[in-house]
Structures are given as structure tokens and as C-alpha cells.
């Protein structure tokens, strides 16, 4: 059988073409048949277009299109078999198959269309994967989850306020905290480590989709009603909640609601929120986010989809673009990368490849980096340049203000030993605590460089200021938080031998003795606001600050306060230039009060 040769589209500017795939019937082992036509997105008859991970792009099978041999991937084969009808015909639309991916022109074009392909179609079918870890038992306690969330909503309540202080939230929730629920629970939050959950494709196309349906093996749930499960057990912190997983949730369903209330963000707010989600190229960091942007943009020539450009000017001429749309230069707080390779780029122009969540300064994981709330160089406004042989240099002025003395240990997630020990669940900062407690010496001094106790301004470092709680609920968190670090302390001393339940056994009681007739549950305000601790570690500088610093900072780095900055930035000397490590929240300079236009200076950023 001859191989299928793709037919090209036409090229001019009117041309709204697009290929739809018709599945022909057959069940399980059966060769997979279809048909590849040409249609026009705004005439075509009806279609549904799947939403899901390719898999390993070398793993390939054949199928028969047009009467012809097509090579597809082996997760693509398994999507079409369980989307396949036995006695029908279906219509949809796949990626890997309906774009000519050999083609970049073509897949430039295509890409650009892809608002239009997924807005149009009549619901989208979003794949997770085949069925394992339970994952039935996992959207069964989904189901039940969001139906208790809809009867609690009838009722008058509020999923973005549920609290288990509430009777009617006890009532219809309650049967949930009981252990005998645990292994749906634990089912259940594997469902959230699907790959689909990480990958930057899926924004859009949830976004644009009329309706959605989420499958996984041969169970299925609206995503309207996983979004309700989600939500509450989160917010409940019911059995292993990971809030840092959920995050990856949240920002695909605020990317939904936004789209469909009309709201569009700039450029540099969408790339940021969706970084943590991964492409297999990386170009598509930008071009597949290009849907979700505000329109004046869309005619930038850096942001149409061009798979001939490479990477590193594509990531600098993007970081240009969003410095002379901005008021501001929050690009500059865009998460460095710690570890592993990445492009070549100059130190000021974000590596979107970096997928670590890092929450933006004082905001929650899922937070638009737009709206970070600090002045640090008061009400002024960017003054910049780009020089060098390459125009790759970012000139900015400001001046250095302080010194890095001392550096805490780096709080990163993935590093960390478990926390849930049945029922007990440890805050992952409290595994730091101890050190970046020496680090403030909290212990050598009482008072902070601005005259308030200094264990007030170390709790509010690790809030970066930005709760409503009074100092006195602060201090009530500071102790609930001291009191599980001396659990993590111990852990550090128990042998690693020891079985999960006879660990278990010794949390528990541990907790029960350090919390007997004390509250032990951090508020909602100030858990979320922990957000900006992961990847960031607390220093102290020369003058006596205490501050919440990227992991990159070191002793030595300097603090700079920079005009149009909202927050002071952490800066390395490489002869008389600098190199960016990161942003930082410093307690006592976050409202200008570290900021002279006079002293400012020219800066080279490299």
C-alpha cells in the first residue's frame, strides 16, 4: 500500500482551510481507517476535536488513510480506538494527524488558526490516558465531590469560600475526612499528576471549547465537574490536597473563564501564568499561547508562529517586545532557571523553558505576575535601552542599596521527604525553618533594623506582607509552624528504616503532644500567601534586613533598587556589568522607601 502524501493548503490570506479527520467504524484490534478531507473552519459540518498528550514521537504505528499507509503515534492510535464508533462515522480533529507536521510553513499557518479550530468545534474531548492507579475509583469520588459541591451551592454557599467551619459544609463534606475515604482520596489526586495537566497546548484548547469532557480509560466526567471536586478538595484540604499540583488546575480553568467573559491579558501575563507548563518545542512556549493574548499584539511579526526562527532570538526578541508594551519591568521577576540547560540568553530575558512554579512575589501560585502590589521605586516609570554589538543588553537605572551577608538553605518542593503522615500534614517551609530562623537570628536580636520585634518581621518576610491578618493571627501561624518544625527535627533523627505506619504512629503522636488543646490549622490567607517560599530562600544583608530571595542569590550579590521596578532585584557584578539572579522581597524598602531618583545610574544588565 502507498504511503499517504499530504495535499497542500492554499496560501492565500483569505484561505480558512483546515483538514478533518473521519474515523470510520470498528472496535477494538481492528485497523484504523479514516478519512483526511479539506474544510473551511467557518462552513465545515460538525466536528470534535481531542485534547491530549502525543507521547514518544519515535513510537509509531500505521494506519490506513484515504486508502493509503499514514505513520501516527502509538498514543494517537490509542486515543482514536477508544474515540472510534462500532457503527458510525466520526468527525473529528487531532493535531498530529490534521496538521502536516513535516511542513513549517504549513504548521505556522495552522497554528495560527487553532482559535478558530477549537472555538468551532462542537465540544472537545480531553484525554488523560489509559485506566490505572484506580483512576475510576479516582473520578467516582470526583462525582460524588462535585454533587456535594452543587447541593452546597443550591444552598447558597461559595466553593471559593468553603470551610469546614460551616455546618452545611460538614454536613455534605464531612463523610470525606473520615480515613475509610482515604484510598478514593489518594486515587483521586493521582488523577491531577496526568501529563495532560503539564503541557502548554491545553490551554488554549480548553480555553476555546464550548463544552468539554474529560476521559480517562472508560470513565468520563464534565470538566466542570472535576473543576468543583478540585476546588473543594483543595480548600478543605481534604486527604492529599496537593495545592502545588492543583495550581496547574486552577490556571487552566482562570484561562477558561477569562476567555469566556471576554477578558484578554498581556502578553507577559499569559506566558508567565502558563510557564510552568511544558512543549516538546520550545517555541511553542510562545506560539502556543498566542490565542490567549490581547489583540494589539497580535500583529507583532516576533510572535507570529515561524518554526524556521531558533529559540534564543525568539525568547529575546519576545522579552523586547513586552519591555515596550510595559509600564513596568516586571518581566525582570520572571523566575531564573536553577538547574539543568536551557538557551543561550542574556540574563534579563526569561527562559520560558524553565517549568518550576514559583508564585510571584506576595501573590498565590496561579497569581498574574501583573498584579504584584509593591512600589518599591515608588510611582516611577521605566527608563531603559538596549545596547551591545547584538542589542542584547538591557540598560536600566538604579543603584545598589545593600548587600547579600547570609543565604538560607533553598525550598524546593521536589527535594522534600513526604509531609502527609496520615492525617497529619507538615508545611513544607517548616523543613526549613530551623535554618532560615539562624539566618534572621531570630535568636541573637529582639528588635528588627526598623524598630519592630524581629520575629514580627520574620513572619512577615515569609508572607512577603501582603495577608490581612493582624500581627496576632501572624504570630499564632509563626508558632503553629515552630511547633511542626520540631517534628521535622525529629524526623531528621529517625532511622530510615523504619516502615510508613510505624512513622505514621510516631508523627501522629508527636503532633498530638506539641498541639494538645492548641490549634494546629494555618488560615487560608496565610497558607496561600506561603505560595512565594517555593524556590526562594531567606538572607540577611549587611544593614541588618531580612529578606525572601531567588534560590540563585548568594553572599555577595547585591540588592538594586531600579526606577520602574516594583520590587528590588538581586544583581551579581561580572566586571563592570551585571547579571540578573532574580527578584526579592526585602521588609522595610517594599514601599519606597530605599528609592532616590537622584541617586539612580546607568546599569548594564547582561
Same mark, same amino acid.
Given at each position: 500500500?502507498?504511503?499517504?502524501?499530504?495535499?497542500?493548503?492554499? %496560501?492565500?490570506?483569505?484561505?480558512?482551510?483546515?483538514?478533518?479527520?473521519?474515523?470510520?467504524?470498528?472496535?477494538?484490534?481492528?485497523?484504523?481507517?479514516?478519512?483526511?478531507?479539506?474544510?473551511?473552519?467557518?462552513?465545515?459540518?460538525?466536528?470534535?476535536?481531542?485534547?491530549?498528550?502525543?507521547?514518544?514521537?519515535?513510537?509509531?504505528?500505521?494506519?490506513?488513510?484515504?486508502?493509503?499507509?499514514?505513520?501516527?503515534?502509538?498514543?494517537?492510535?490509542?486515543?482514536?480506538?477508544?474515540?472510534?464508533?462500532?457503527?458510525?462515522?466520526?468527525?473529528?480533529?487531532?493535531?498530529?494527524?490534521?496538521?502536516?507536521?513535516?511542513?513549517?510553513?504549513?504548521?505556522?499557518?495552522?497554528?495560527?488558526?487553532?482559535?478558530?479550530?477549537?472555538?468551532?468545534?462542537?465540544?472537545?474531548?480531553?484525554?488523560?490516558?489509559?485506566?490505572?492507579?484506580?483512576?475510576? %475509583?479516582?473520578?467516582?469520588?470526583?462525582?460524588?465531590?462535585?454533587?456535594?459541591?452543587?447541593?452546597?451551592?443550591?444552598?447558597?454557599?461559595?466553593? $471559593?469560600?468553603?470551610?469546614?467551619?460551616?455546618?452545611?459544609? $460538614?454536613? =455534605?463534606?464531612?463523610?470525606?475526612?473520615?480515613?475509610?475515604?482515604?484510598?478514593? =482520596?489518594?486515587?483521586?489526586?493521582?488523577?491531577?499528576?496526568?501529563?495532560? &495537566?503539564?503541557? #502548554?497546548?491545553?490551554?488554549?484548547?480548553?480555553?476555546?471549547?464550548?463544552?468539554?469532557? @474529560? &476521559?480517562?480509560?472508560?470513565?468520563?466526567?464534565?470538566?466542570?465537574?472535576?473543576?468543583?471536586?478540585?476546588?473543594?478538595?483543595?480548600?478543605?484540604?481534604?486527604?492529599?490536597?496537593?495545592?502545588?499540583?492543583?495550581?496547574? @488546575?486552577?490556571?487552566?480553568?482562570?484561562?477558561?473563564?477569562?476567555?469566556?467573559?471576554? #477578558?484578554?491579558?498581556?502578553? =507577559?501575563?499569559?506566558?508567565?501564568?502558563?510557564?510552568? /507548563?511544558?512543549?516538546?518545542?520550545?517555541?511553542?512556549?510562545? &506560539?502556543?499561547?498566542?490565542?490567549?493574548?490581547?489583540?494589539?499584539?497580535?500583529? *507583532?511579526?516576533?510572535?507570529?508562529?515561524?518554526?524556521? #526562527?531558533?529559540?534564543?532570538?525568539?525568547?529575546?526578541?519576545?522579552?523586547?517586545?513586552?519591555?515596550?508594551?510595559?509600564?513596568?519591568?516586571?518581566?525582570?521577576?520572571?523566575?531564573?532557571?536553577?538547574?539543568?540547560?536551557?538557551?543561550?540568553?542574556?540574563?534579563?530575558?526569561?527562559?520560558?523553558?524553565?517549568?518550576?512554579?514559583?508564585?510571584?512575589?506576595?501573590?498565590?501560585?496561579?497569581?498574574?505576575?501583573?498584579?504584584?502590589?509593591?512600589?518599591?521605586?515608588?510611582?516611577?516609570?521605566?527608563?531603559?535601552? &538596549?545596547?551591545?554589538?547584538?542589542?542584547?543588553?538591557?540598560?536600566?537605572?538604579?543603584?545598589?542599596?545593600?548587600?547579600?551577608?547570609?543565604?538560607?538553605?533553598?525550598?524546593?518542593?521536589?527535594?522534600?521527604?513526604?509531609?502527609?503522615?496520615?492525617?497529619?500534614?507538615?508545611?513544607?517551609?517548616?523543613?526549613?525553618?530551623?535554618?532560615?530562623?539562624?539566618?534572621?537570628?531570630?535568636?541573637?536580636?529582639?528588635?528588627? @533594623?526598623?524598630?519592630?520585634?524581629?520575629?514580627?518581621?520574620?513572619? $512577615?518576610?515569609?508572607?512577603?506582607?501582603?495577608?490581612?491578618?493582624?500581627?496576632?493571627?501572624?504570630?499564632?501561624?509563626?508558632?503553629?509552624?515552630?511547633?511542626?518544625?520540631?517534628?521535622?527535627?525529629?524526623?531528621?533523627?529517625?532511622?530510615?528504616?523504619?516502615?510508613?505506619? /510505624?512513622?505514621?504512629? @510516631?508523627?501522629?503522636?508527636?503532633?498530638?503532644?506539641?498541639?494538645?488543646?492548641?490549634?494546629?490549622?494555618?488560615?487560608?490567607?496565610?497558607?496561600?500567601?506561603?505560595?512565594?517560599?517555593?524556590?526562594?530562600? #531567606?538572607?540577611?544583608?549587611?544593614?541588618?534586613?531580612?529578606?525572601?530571595?531567588?534560590? /540563585?542569590?548568594?553572599?555577595?550579590?547585591? %540588592?538594586?533598587?531600579?526606577?520602574?521596578?516594583?520590587?528590588?532585584?538581586?544583581?551579581?557584578?561580572?566586571?563592570?556589568?551585571?547579571?540578573?539572579?532574580?527578584?526579592?522581597? *526585602?521588609?522595610?524598602?517594599?514601599?519606597?522607601?530605599?528609592?532616590?531618583?537622584?541617586?539612580?545610574? $546607568?546599569?548594564?544588565?547582561?
Amino acid at each position: 500500500m502507498d504511503s499517504y502524501c499530504y495535499v497542500p493548503f492554499g %496560501i492565500e490570506p483569505e484561505c480558512n482551510q483546515f483538514r478533518i479527520l473521519t474515523l470510520l467504524p470498528g472496535s477494538g484490534e481492528q485497523p484504523l481507517e479514516c478519512i483526511l478531507e479539506h474544510g473551511d473552519i467557518g462552513k465545515s459540518p460538525p466536528y470534535e476535536a481531542i485534547s491530549y498528550v502525543w507521547g514518544d514521537p519515535e513510537d509509531k504505528v500505521e494506519i490506513t488513510c484515504n486508502g493509503k499507509t499514514l505513520a501516527i503515534t502509538a498514543g494517537l492510535a490509542v486515543v482514536l480506538r477508544h474515540f472510534r464508533s462500532p457503527s458510525e462515522r466520526r468527525s473529528l480533529w487531532a493535531d498530529a494527524v490534521c496538521i502536516n507536521q513535516d511542513d513549517n510553513e504549513e504548521r505556522g499557518r495552522q497554528v495560527r488558526r487553532m482559535k478558530d479550530i477549537y472555538s468551532k468545534a462542537s465540544q472537545v474531548l480531553i484525554w488523560l490516558g489509559k485506566e490505572e492507579d484506580d483512576s475510576n %475509583i479516582g473520578l467516582a469520588v470526583a462525582s460524588d465531590i462535585a454533587h456535594a459541591c452543587h447541593q452546597y451551592i443550591s444552598n447558597g454557599g461559595s466553593l $471559593q469560600t468553603i470551610s469546614f467551619n460551616e455546618e452545611s459544609t $460538614q454536613k =455534605l463534606f464531612g463523610k470525606f475526612r473520615d480515613s475509610s475515604e482515604f484510598p478514593r =482520596l489518594s486515587a483521586f489526586a493521582k488523577i491531577v499528576r496526568r501529563l495532560w &495537566f503539564t503541557r #502548554v497546548w491545553v490551554v488554549q484548547e480548553l480555553a476555546l471549547a464550548t463544552q468539554a469532557t @474529560v &476521559f480517562c480509560g472508560n470513565s468520563s466526567i464534565s470538566w466542570t465537574d472535576l473543576m468543583a471536586a478540585i476546588t473543594a478538595q483543595d480548600h478543605l484540604n481534604l486527604w492529599l490536597s496537593d495545592h502545588e499540583r492543583n495550581a496547574y @488546575v486552577f490556571i487552566l480553568e482562570r484561562a477558561r473563564q477569562e476567555w469566556s467573559t471576554g #477578558v484578554r491579558r498581556s502578553l =507577559l501575563s499569559v506566558l508567565f501564568r502558563y510557564r510552568i /507548563l511544558d512543549a516538546s518545542d520550545p517555541r511553542d512556549k510562545i &506560539f502556543g499561547l498566542n490565542a490567549l493574548t490581547k489583540s494589539e499584539l497580535l500583529g *507583532v511579526e516576533a510572535l507570529q508562529p515561524n518554526y524556521d #526562527v531558533d529559540t534564543t532570538k525568539l525568547y529575546t526578541d519576545v522579552a523586547k517586545e513586552i519591555l515596550k508594551h510595559s509600564s513596568d519591568l516586571n518581566l525582570l521577576s520572571v523566575p531564573r532557571r536553577l538547574e539543568g540547560l536551557g538557551p543561550t540568553l542574556p540574563s534579563w530575558v526569561p527562559d520560558w523553558t524553565n517549568t518550576r512554579l514559583t508564585a510571584p512575589l506576595g501573590l498565590a501560585n496561579y497569581s498574574d505576575i501583573n498584579e504584584i502590589a509593591f512600589t518599591t521605586s515608588g510611582s516611577s516609570r521605566p527608563d531603559f535601552e &538596549f545596547g551591545g554589538a547584538d542589542l542584547t543588553s538591557l540598560g536600566v537605572r538604579g543603584r545598589c542599596m545593600d548587600r547579600i551577608a547570609a543565604v538560607g538553605t533553598v525550598l524546593r518542593l521536589d527535594h522534600l521527604p513526604r509531609t502527609d503522615y496520615h492525617g497529619v500534614r507538615l508545611p513544607k517551609c517548616t523543613f526549613v525553618l530551623d535554618n532560615w530562623s539562624r539566618v534572621a537570628e531570630l535568636r541573637k536580636r529582639e528588635l528588627y @533594623v526598623a524598630g519592630e520585634p524581629i520575629r514580627d518581621a520574620f513572619i $512577615q518576610t515569609l508572607a512577603t506582607e501582603s495577608t490581612h491578618e493582624t500581627i496576632e493571627i501572624l504570630r499564632q501561624q509563626l508558632d503553629i509552624l515552630e511547633r511542626n518544625a520540631t517534628i521535622t527535627r525529629w524526623l531528621r533523627f529517625l532511622p530510615r528504616f523504619l516502615p510508613d505506619w /510505624l512513622l505514621d504512629k @510516631v508523627v501522629c503522636l508527636g503532633h498530638a503532644v506539641l498541639f494538645y488543646r492548641r490549634n494546629d490549622q494555618m488560615t487560608l490567607d496565610f497558607r496561600i500567601h506561603l505560595s512565594s517560599l517555593a524556590d526562594r530562600r #531567606v538572607f540577611r544583608t549587611d544593614k541588618g534586613y531580612i529578606g525572601l530571595g531567588s534560590a /540563585l542569590a548568594e553572599a555577595g550579590d547585591e %540588592i538594586a533598587v531600579i526606577k520602574g521596578a516594583k520590587v528590588p532585584l538581586i544583581l551579581r557584578a561580572t566586571g563592570s556589568q551585571w547579571a540578573l539572579q532574580g527578584d526579592c522581597f *526585602v521588609k522595610g524598602i517594599m514601599r519606597g522607601e530605599a528609592y532616590d531618583e537622584d541617586e539612580c545610574y $546607568q546599569m548594564w544588565i547582561v
